[in-house]
């Protein structure tokens, strides 16, 4: 499953780069929940918690069907 969390992040990195962000996964939990870390402009970003859940738990739920949740370490 971190392959494919992976991957989906893959596609949603680029955008978040171009703005001088980016993320990282630190864990992809049994139960579903994947944990990443906000990194560059995103980590102090105002904005990065609808990021997090408009942009990146948003893609990744689509791809992926078993993730329930991603969270911000």
Do not use: F, H, W, Y
Not at 7 to 13: F, T, W
Not at 29 to 47: E, N, Q, W
């Amino acid at each position: 499953m971190k392959e494919k969390v992976e991957q989906a992040l893959s596609k949603i990195r680029p955008m978040l780069q171009a703005d001088g962000g980016d993320v990282q996964l630190v864990e992809v939990t049994a139960d579903g929940i994947v944990k990443v870390k906000l990194t560059g402009a995103c980590g102090s970003c105002p904005m990065s918690q609808m990021t997090l859940k408009n942009g990146i738990e948003k893609l990744l739920k689509k791809e992926i069907p078993e993730i329930k949740e991603v969270v911000a370490l």
